[in-house]
C-alpha cells in the first residue's frame, strides 16, 4: 500500500484537492493507497510532552507510515518553505524505523512560479538524511491557483498526464525497492 501524505493542516487547501485527484490516479491504476491528511492529526499531538511521549491518537499515523511500503508526499510551499506541521509531523515519527529503506515520492505546489521547487529539495534532505529511497521523477504545480477549476481539479490535461506517469512509476519504483505486489487485478 502507498501512503498518501497531504502535507498541510490548512483547511479547504489545494493541497488536499491535488492529493485527492493523485488518490485517484492510484484507484485507476489500482494501487492501494491510504491517506494521511495532516488536518486530522489530533490536537493533543501539539503538546509539547508529545516529544517524550506520543498521544494514544496519534498511533494510526505513526502506524500508517510504519506500514506502508512507499509514501508520496504532497506538499504546498509556505513562506519558501515546508509547512511547519509537515515537519513537525515527521519529527513526531519513529526514529529510525519510519524512513528507513522506504520509497518516497514529492509532488509540490504552490501559488509562485517554481511550484514548492524548495520545499520538494527540503523534504528530499530531510527524507534522504533519515535512509529513505527518493524516487527522481518529482512534480511541481505551479500557480497552482490557475491551474484548479471551479470544483478543485486540475484543468491541465499535460499535468495530470505528468501525475499519472508519476504515479505509475513510483509504483513500480516501491514493488522493485519493496519485492511487493501494489498493483491489484481487475
Request: hydrophobic share 45%.
Amino acid at each position: 500500500m502507498v501512503t498518501l501524505i497531504v502535507g498541510t493542516n490548512r483547511p479547504g487547501s489545494n493541497t488536499r484537492k491535488v492529493a485527492a485527484q493523485i488518490e485517484n490516479i492510484y484507484a485507476e491504476l489500482k494501487v492501494p493507497v491510504h491517506v494521511l491528511d495532516l488536518a486530522k492529526l489530533p490536537p493533543e499531538i501539539f503538546s509539547p510532552t508529545s516529544y517524550a511521549e506520543k498521544p494514544k491518537a496519534f498511533q494510526p499515523f505513526a502506524d500508517a507510515v510504519l506500514q506502508s511500503a512507499g509514501l508520496h508526499v504532497v506538499t504546498p510551499e509556505y513562506n519558501g518553505s515546508v509547512p511547519g506541521v509537515l515537519k513537525y509531523f515527521i519529527d513526531m515519527l519513529k526514529f529510525p524505523e519510519s524512513f528507513e529503506q522506504k520509497p518516497v515520492c514529492f509532488t509540490g505546489l504552490a501559488a509562485g512560479i517554481w511550484g514548492a521547487l524548495r520545499p520538494v529539495e527540503q523534504l528530499q534532505a530531510i527524507f534522504g538524511y533519515r535512509n529513505a529511497h527518493i524516487f527522481p521523477v518529482r512534480v511541481f504545480l505551479p500557480q497552482v491557483n490557475h491551474l484548479l477549476d471551479a470544483s478543485g481539479k486540475i484543468k491541465n490535461a499535460e499535468l495530470l498526464g505528468r501525475l499519472k506517469a508519476q504515479a505509475d512509476g513510483f509504483a513500480g519504483f516501491v514493488e522493485t525497492l519493496k519485492g511487493v505486489k501494489l498493483r491489484q487485478p481487475s
